[in-house]
Nanobody, 122 residues
Framework: QVQLVESGGGLVQAGGSLTLSCAAS???????????MGWYRQDPGKERVLVAI???????NYAEVVKGRFTISRDSANNTALLQMNSLKPEDTSVYYC?????????????WGQGTQVTVSS
């Protein structure tokens, strides 16, 4: 069983910053089997969309709407992903979900965090 625990959401004024953290843990996975980690966001009634993703090698990709403002990183142990969000805009308001793709016996499985609310006031 694998768990992803998110933290760092909250309320911030436009132009401000927040850092989201996502830590993977569990009893039956090896941290070295974590492939990519990343963040999606989802608004009510809409599909979940990619915000940023980082490979095990540290290669990052971003949605166009956040490029230059958000930075994703992974720690040296590779079981935690951070999303540094700067110059936040009201349209960044959403529920942010962390994901991790983990190689297991059955294949690569995508796990999701519980979601954390980010609200940017104008």
């Amino acid at each position: 069983q694998v768990q992803l625990v998110e933290s760092g959401g909250g309320l911030v004024q436009a132009g401000g910053s927040l850092t989201l953290s996502c830590a993977a843990s569990g009893s039956d996975f090896n941290v070295h089997h974590i492939r990519s980690m990343g963040w999606y966001r989802q608004d009510p009634g809409k599909e979940r969309v990619l915000v940023a993703i980082i490979s095990r090698a540290g290669v990052a990709n971003y949605a166009e709407v956040v490029k230059g403002r958000f930075t994703i990183s992974r720690d040296s142990a590779n079981n935690t992903a951070l999303l540094q969000m700067n110059s936040l805009k009201p349209e960044d308001t959403s529920v942010y979900y962390c994901h991790a793709d983990i190689a297991q016996v059955e294949g690569v499985i995508r796990y999701w965090g519980q979601g954390t609310q980010v609200t940017v006031s104008s």
